[in-house]
C-alpha cells in the first residue's frame, strides 16, 4: 500500500492532478468559514444548540458551513437533489430518457439541464432561508436589500461548489461532487472525536477511559469494516452466450455475469428517510416552535433523532422504528425505479445471452426480479444497521458527534471509488493499484 502511494506521486500526471484537487479542496474549506454579509453567526450557532442533533446531518454535509452561515451554507445538496430529481424524472420521461442513452451529446445536454435545475432549486431555498431568517429576527436588517443580498451569496456559493466539483471531475481524479461533499464531512471528524474524548476519556480514572477510548474505537472501526463489506458485496448472475457464425469464425461461446449490488441504493434510502423525518423538526426550530406541548410535541420528540435509546423517555424510540421502515422502503422504491430488469433481460436476448436454466425475455426479468427483491432487503437491513449504531450509541451514552452513519457510508463509497479511478490510471501506466 506503502508503494503504491508513491507509486502515484511518481507520475506527473496524476501528481499535477492531486495537487490541483488539494488547491480546491483548501478554496472549499477556506469559503466555509465566511459568513454571509447581514446575518448574525452567534445567532444560529444558538440555534443549532437548540435543535440538538436534528441538524446534525446537515451540519456535518456543509462541514459546519450551516451552522456558521457562511457563504458555502448551502454546500452542494441543490446538486444532489437536482441530481437525484433528475434521475427520477428519466424513468418518467421518454425523452430524457432517450437523451440520457444518446451517447456524449445526450450526457452533455443532461448535465447542463441538472446545472440550472441546481441554480433553481439553490435559488428557491435560499429564498425560503432569508425570507424565514428576516421574519425571525435573525438578519440584522429585514428589507428587499439584506433578503436580495443573503439569496445572492448563498446561491453564488452553492454554484461555485458545484463548478468546483465539476473541475475535480475533470482536471482531478474524477468524483469532483462526491469529494466536496467528504470534505466537508471529514472537516468535522476532529471537533467530534475531541468532544468524544473530552466527555468519555478525560478526567476518568485510566481505567475507565482505556475502556472508553476501546469502545468508541470499536464501534468506529466496526462501522466502516461493516460499510465496505456492504458497499462491495454483490450477487454474480451467471450468463452465457450462444456461438454463432460471422463469416468463416465462430465467436460468441463465453460466459460472464451481471454483478447486483447487494445495496443497489447507495446511500440514498438513508438520506431520503433523514431528510423526510428531520424536515418538520428543522421547521419547527426555524419557527421557534420546537418545544410546543401535547400530542405534536410528543410527534416531534420522536421524529428527532436526539430523543431516541435514551434510557430516561425510552417511547420516543418508536422514531427508530419508523426510520428504519423507511430506510427499507426508499431501497425499494429507488431501486425500482432506476434498475430496469425487463431491458437487461431483452439485451441479454438480443445478444444471445441467457442465464443457465432460465428461459430468455420474460423468465430472465422476472428471475432478476425476484432475485432483487432479496438483496435489496439484505441491503436496506444492513444500511438499517450502519445508520442505527452511532444514533444508539448518542441515546445510550449521551454522546454528541455530527458524523453518524450516513456520513460513514458517504465517506466510505466516495474513498473507495476514488482508489479505484486512480487505480485504473496507474494500471494504464503498469503499475499495481491499491487494490492489488
Not at 69 to 74: H, Q
Not at 157 to 174: A, D, N
Not at 292 to 300: A, Q
Not at 335 to 343: G, Q
Request: proline content about 3%; hydrophobic content about 50%; glycine content about 10%.
Amino acid at each position: 500500500m506503502f508503494q503504491s502511494f508513491i507509486n502515484v506521486f511518481k507520475i506527473k500526471d496524476l501528481r499535477r492532478r492531486i495537487l490541483f484537487v488539494f488547491l480546491m479542496l483548501i478554496v472549499v474549506r477556506l469559503g466555509s468559514g465566511i459568513p454571509v454579509a447581514g446575518v448574525d453567526p452567534d445567532v444560529f450557532k444558538n440555534l443549532f444548540s437548540a435543535a440538538g442533533d436534528s441538524m446534525s446531518f446537515f451540519d456535518a454535509i456543509t462541514g459546519g458551513s450551516f451552522e456558521k452561515m457562511s457563504v458555502f451554507a448551502l454546500s452542494i445538496t441543490p446538486y444532489i437533489t437536482s441530481s437525484i430529481i433528475m434521475q427520477l424524472l428519466t424513468i418518467a420521461i421518454p425523452k430524457l430518457e432517450e437523451m440520457q442513452r444518446d451517447g456524449e451529446q445526450g450526457r452533455k445536454k443532461m448535465t447542463q439541464i441538472t446545472r440550472i435545475v441546481t441554480v433553481a432549486l439553490a435559488v428557491l431555498e435560499s429564498t425560503a432561508m432569508a425570507i424565514g431568517f428576516g421574519q425571525n429576527g435573525y438578519l440584522t436588517e429585514f428589507n428587499a436589500l439584506y433578503v436580495i443580498l443573503v439569496i445572492a451569496v448563498l446561491t453564488g456559493g452553492s454554484t461555485v461548489l458545484m463548478w468546483i466539483g465539476e473541475q475535480i471531475t475533470e482536471h482531478g481524479i474524477g468524483n469532483g461532487i462526491s469529494i466536496v461533499l467528504i470534505i466537508n464531512i471529514i472537516s468535522r471528524v476532529p471537533s467530534d472525536l475531541t468532544s468524544l474524548y473530552e466527555q468519555f476519556i478525560q478526567g476518568k480514572i485510566v481505567a475507565k477511559g482505556i475502556l472508553s477510548g476501546l469502545i468508541i474505537a470499536a464501534v468506529i472501526i466496526g462501522t466502516v469494516v461493516l460499510v465496505v463489506y456492504l458497499q462491495n458485496a454483490e450477487r454474480k448472475i451467471p450468463v452465457q452466450y450462444s456461438k454463432k457464425m460471422q463469416g468463416r469464425r465462430t465467436v460468441g461461446g463465453n460466459s460472464t455475469f451481471i454483478p447486483l449490488k447487494v445495496n443497489t441504493a447507495g446511500v440514498i434510502p438513508v438520506i431520503f428517510a433523514q431528510s423526510l423525518m428531520q424536515t418538520p423538526v428543522i421547521i419547527a426550530s426555524l419557527l421557534g416552535k420546537q418545544n410546543v406541548e401535547g400530542f405534536w410535541g410528543h410527534v416531534l420528540k420522536g421524529l428527532s433523532q436526539s430523543n431516541w435509546f435514551k434510557p430516561d423517555q425510552f417511547v420516543y424510540t418508536i422514531g427508530a422504528v419508523v426510520y428504519i421502515l423507511l430506510i427499507i422502503a426508499f431501497a425499494y422504491f429507488y431501486t425500482t425505479i432506476t434498475f430496469n430488469p425487463l431491458e437487461i433481460a431483452n439485451n441479454m436476448k438480443k445478444q444471445g445471452g441467457s442465464i443457465p436454466g432460465i428461459r430468455p425475455g420474460e423468465p430472465t426479468s422476472n428471475y432478476l426480479q425476484e432475485v432483487l427483491k432479496h438483496i435489496i432487503f439484505i441491503g436496506a437491513v444492513g444500511l438499517s444497521i450502519v445508520a442505527i449504531i452511532p444514533i444508539v450509541f448518542n441515546g445510550l451514552f449521551g454522546a454528541n458527534v455530527s458524523f453518524g452513519g450516513t456520513s460513514i457510508i458517504i465517506v466510505v463509497g466516495v474513498v473507495i471509488e476514488t482508489l479505484k479511478q486512480v487505480e485504473s490510471q496507474m494500471m494504464v501506466r503498469n503499475y499495481k493499484g491499491f487494490l492489488d
